[in-house]
T-cell receptor
Framework: GQSLEQPSEVTAVEGAIVQINCTYQ??????LSWYQQHDGGAPTFLSY????GLEETGRFSSFLSRSDSYGYLLLQELQMKDSASYFC?????????????FGAGTRLTVKP | DAGVTQSPTHLIKTRGQHVTLRCSPI?????VSWYQQVLGQGPQFIFQ???????GRGNFPDRFSARQFPNYSSELNVNALLLGDSALYLC?????????????FGPGTRLTVL
């Protein structure tokens, strides 16, 4: 079947580095996206990887390995405001055109 | 620039009723997608519309329907509401329906069915 797996919860302290992993199993694959969602808020786009390798955007980086069906989001210099849920999402052309399938989300708690 | 807007922000209905949710995309965006997000889960795809035509449909019953207007705004309709329809309904817009287009989400409508 088609699925995305990511840890349900991660806890880290301010200033630390945290990695949120995502493995996916889909019939097709266009790319892996990451979204951040604060409680009560809308998902906000963070990054998109279509090809293997690392994409860096400020304190956030995202990695993709298509051969391993695996990616991760790396958050550096953690701040309290980074406490949120993080979702990986896959564009699967075999799943209703090209819309996205989301993981269940990883709840990140940043402690002082 | 205004982002994606949705109305209403909150809604309480009873079982069996009908509901209409509205979405206005970012100016210049022609594609709108609807998602349902149950508490503690990721968004689930319901519909995508592009240029007023349905381009995709998720695994939802026929009680769910949608349409897109000439100004690219969209409505999601749900008939014969069930308790399980209680969720956050998210609208996302993108420039086109292309696979490389980033989707930008609105704040959502929280629907509670009693």
């Amino acid at each position: 079947g088609q699925s995305l797996e990511q840890p349900s919860e991660v806890t880290a302290v301010e200033g630390a580095i945290v990695q949120i992993n995502c493995t996916y199993q889909t019939s097709g694959f266009y790319g892996l996206s990451w979204y951040q969602q604060h409680d009560g808020g809308a998902p906000t786009f963070l990054s998109y990887n279509a090809l293997d390798g690392l994409e860096e955007t400020g304190r956030f980086s995202s990695f993709l390995s298509r051969s391993d069906s695996y990616g991760y989001l790396l958050l550096q210099e953690l701040q309290m405001k980074d406490s949120a849920s993080y979702f990986c999402a896959v564009r699967d052309p075999s799943y209703n055109n090209n819309d996205m399938r989301f993981g269940a989300g990883t709840r990140l708690t940043v402690k002082p | 620039d205004a982002g994606v807007t949705q109305s209403p922000t909150h809604l309480i209905k009873t079982r069996g009723q009908h509901v209409t949710l509205r979405c206005s995309p970012i100016s210049g965006h022609k594609s709108v997608s609807w998602y349902q997000q149950v508490l503690g889960q990721g968004p689930q795809f319901i519909f995508q519309y592009y240029e007023k035509e349905e381009r995709g449909r998720g695994n939802f019953p026929d009680r769910f329907s949608a349409r897109q207007f000439p100004n690219y705004s969209s409505e999601l309709n749900v008939n014969a509401l069930l308790l399980g329809d209680s969720a956050l309904y998210l609208c996302a817009s993108s420039l086109t329906s292309g696979r490389l287009d980033t989707q930008y989400f609105g704040p959502g409508t929280r629907l509670t069915v009693l």
